[in-house]
């Protein structure tokens, strides 16, 4: 089992920035690629960007691409998404996960670990 544990949520104002951690352990952090996704309430989960195992490769949702960067450290088993010029519509419970294949990583049924969320919410 890998476990991920989210940190870094809260409330922000419009414009302000965030940077979310996901820990993780229990298992070779490097072998899996990330993903950030997000739900809102009353909405559907949504992909927001996700990373390779070498995090040479990133890729994110139109939603939030040139606002929010996603990087990893596989020395610390962290994973991190830096959220700039947040939106009140970036308000989302903020979800890591992590998939052994590599592709298709903006697909949630891709993953096969999930951590267990962490708040955002951007006021205006």
């Known amino acids: 089992q890998l476990q991920l544990v989210e940190s870094g949520g809260g409330l922000v104002q419009a414009g302000g920035s965030l940077r979310l951690s996901c820990a993780a352990s229990?298992?070779?952090?490097?072998?899996?690629?990330m993903g950030w996704f997000r739900q809102a309430p009353g909405k559907e989960r949504e992909f927001v960007g996700s990373?390779?195992?070498?995090?040479?490769?990133?890729d994110y949702a139109d939603s939030v691409k040139g606002r929010f960067t996603i990087s990893r450290d596989n020395a610390k088993n962290t994973v991190y998404l830096q959220m700039n010029s947040l939106k009140p519509e970036d308000t989302a419970v903020y979800y890591c996960?992590?998939?052994?294949?590599?592709?298709?990583?903006?697909?949630?049924?891709?993953?096969?670990?999930w951590g267990q969320g962490t708040q955002v919410t951007v006021s205006s």
């Open positions: 996960a992590a998939a052994i294949r590599q592709f298709n990583l903006w697909m949630s049924d891709e993953y096969d670990y």
């Open positions: 229990g298992r070779p952090f490097s072998n899996y690629a």
């Open positions: 990373i390779h195992w070498s995090g040479t490769s990133t």
